[in-house]
């Protein structure tokens, strides 16, 4: 690697290049929703999400950020309609019980329950940092980032780290 001396700063994304997911999301989905005694169909978890996920982008893009919501309820809804539309069968289901699910799935998804490194990445990371060459992380991600790097154990590796809110706010 000839060429590593000489670089002033090398990014990386998150999702599938340091990080990519422990479960599938309709898996990781189902799994919390049973916990909540919630039985639905993973395959239709699966449309559901890519459904919501689409609307949600094109609704209130960049997780909410120049609308009247937040990140958090922004994926708050996104579960929320998941589900909702993903035929629930559970007695007593009401909407507390997928505000529930849906901060849990919130919460774990900044942890190792959900997230595990990338093949080969820790390598990687030590191999870069150890020829002192400043690292960085950009990401479309929401502002879990940085608590979610930390909660993996990547954060020391690197000096920079921006998600898509902050790349927003730098553009203003």
Not at 9 to 16: A, C, G, H, R
Not at 55 to 68: A, D, I, Q, V
Request: charged content about 20%; proline content about 3%.
């Amino acid at each position: 690697m000839l060429l590593l001396p000489r670089l002033r700063l090398i990014t990386f994304d998150v999702t599938d290049t340091l990080l990519k997911f422990r479960r599938t999301i309709p898996e990781q989905y189902g799994q919390v929703g049973a916990f909540y005694g919630i039985q639905v169909d993973r395959g239709k978890l699966a449309g559901n999400f890519k459904k919501h996920w689409a609307r949600m982008n094109k609704e209130y893009p960049n997780f909410g950020l120049k609308t009247s919501i937040g990140w958090e309820d922004w994926w708050k809804m996104l579960v929320k309609g998941t589900f909702n539309d993903s035929n629930i069968t559970v007695s007593d289901f009401d909407d507390k019980m997928l505000e529930a699910v849906a901060s849990h799935l919130i919460a774990a998804y900044k942890t190792p329950a959900c997230w595990q490194h990338s093949h080969g990445v820790l390598d990687l990371l030590s191999y870069i940092k150890n020829r002192a060459v400043p690292m960085g992380v950009l990401s479309n991600f929401d502002p879990r980032l940085g608590e979610t790097l930390n909660n993996l154990k990547l954060r020391h590796y690197f000096q920079v780290s921006f998600h898509t809110l902050h790349w927003i706010l730098l553009q203003k």
